[in-house]
């Protein structure tokens, strides 16, 4: 129309972490039903990766990104009647993540690094935690994230079973560090 600009749009990608997500028993949701769930609730162009809950959303809206987390938790919860925390961050976010890992040696095996990716800040009793008789396993924080080195990996860390009891550690999705790069590299094809 003559005398009218539009203005553009600005958008971003958005990763959306489901925490508890299994392949089977309790809170078995398939990934190709999240994305269908996803494009119902306005991403129809919704990608996952591996079968533990990982959405990649592209083109959102940057005035839009805070309303996602709430929007597909309630559309999953509408769907299957699972109460699923979902955790989000733009790929802007996510790379500063992997900016500031403290840990770029366990970084080499990307199975032995991990980041927990909080709902909220890190709280100060997590923030101050005394690794050192876990060692050689190690924990460092972030923008509302958590580093773990885990020379012998998640399942046999005495370190992430003694941070399930501080603060709102439980309120984070965990992640290894070779997910976190594959969402990344996906967030920027």
Do not use: C
């Not at 299957?80 to 961050?89: A, F, K, Y």
């Not at 992430?160 to 709102?168: D, F, T």
């Amino acid at each position: 129309m003559p005398g009218s600009t539009s203005t553009p749009v600005i958008a971003t990608t958005v990763i959306a972490l489901l925490r508890g997500i299994n392949v089977g028993g309790k809170n078995k949701l398939a990934m190709v039903d999240l994305r269908s769930i996803a494009a119902d609730a306005g991403y129809p162009d919704g990608v996952t990766y591996v079968q533990s809950g990982n959405l990649l959303l592209p083109d959102v809206a940057i005035d839009r990104v805070g309303g996602v987390a709430s929007r597909l938790r309630s559309a999953i919860e509408e769907r299957t009647g699972l109460e699923i925390p979902v955790i989000t961050r733009t790929i802007e976010q996510w790379q500063a993540i992997i900016d500031a890992n403290p840990f770029p040696a366990a970084a080499a095996d990307g199975t032995k690094l991990h980041v927990v990716v909080l709902d909220d800040t890190v709280p100060n009793e997590l923030a101050e935690f005394d690794a050192t008789p876990f060692a050689p396993e190690e924990i460092g924080t972030g923008d509302r994230v958590v580093y773990l080195s885990l020379p012998d990996g998640m399942g046999r860390s005495k370190l992430a079973v003694a941070l399930q009891r501080v603060g709102n550690a439980k309120s984070g999705t965990a992640r290894n560090w070779r997910t976190v790069l594959a969402l990344a590299d996906l967030a920027r094809s």
